[in-house]
């Protein structure tokens, strides 16, 4: 008797374990986003803090591309509208393992969230924004707005809602 109660349970944990095994083997089998993998945008949002304000860097799959994206961005640096660097403090103390693994195809994407002062002067107009990805390659995006620093960034997660 003990044995046919047992049964349901034990098939439930079998089940759940090859659930987890089959996710497991798709995220290992997919592979790392590199800077030709991936299209990048910006965009403000509300800031959920009054004296803050919200940007969204936004990692998207080009079509047709599935691979996965994780960790913090690296050598991050800004331009003016004529490609002169900028000097904008960046903090990445919010940036710290464990990291996420982000699937980015079709609809789904990474995100990296950048706080910055609401208040203060800005630094000379941000018209560009550039960066390494943890697992190589170069990209770039237009910057939408001025803004005053520090600014303080996320390692990539899943957005939000």
């Known amino acids: ?9 034990l098939a439930a944990t079998v089940l759940a374990l090859a659930v987890t095994g089959s996710a497991g083997a798709h ?28 940007f969204v860097i936004s990692l998207a799959a080009r079509d ?20 002169e ?24 994407h990474g995100v990296v969230y950048v706080a910055a002062p609401a208040g203060g002067a800005p630094v000379a107009p941000i018209a560009e924004i550039a960066f390494d990805l943890p697992a190589g390659g ?9 803004t005053a620093g520090p600014l303080r960034f996320t390692a990539i997660v899943e957005p939000v809602s």
């Not at 008797?1 to 349970?9: Q, W």
């Not at 800077?35 to 509300?46: D, L």
């Not at 103390?93 to 980015?104: G, H, K, M, S, Y």
């Not at 170069?138 to 001025?146: I, N, Q, S, Y």
């Open 85 to 108: 660097h900028l000097d904008v403090p960046v903090d990445d103390a919010w940036a710290v393992p464990p990291f996420q693994e982000v699937l980015v195809e079709g609809h789904r």
């Open 27 to 54: 995220a290992e089998a997919t592979p790392t986003c590199g800077a030709e993998q991936v299209r990048v945008a910006v965009g403000e949002r509300p800031a959920p803090v009054a004296n803050q304000r919200l």
């Open 1 to 9: 008797m003990a044995l046919r109660s047992r049964g349901p349970a």
């Open 64 to 83: 047709g591309v599935s691979c996965v994206v994780g960790g913090a961005l690296g050598d991050v640096r800004f331009r003016d509208a004529g490609g």
């Open 138 to 146: 170069r990209v770039e995006a237009a910057w939408p707005a001025p």
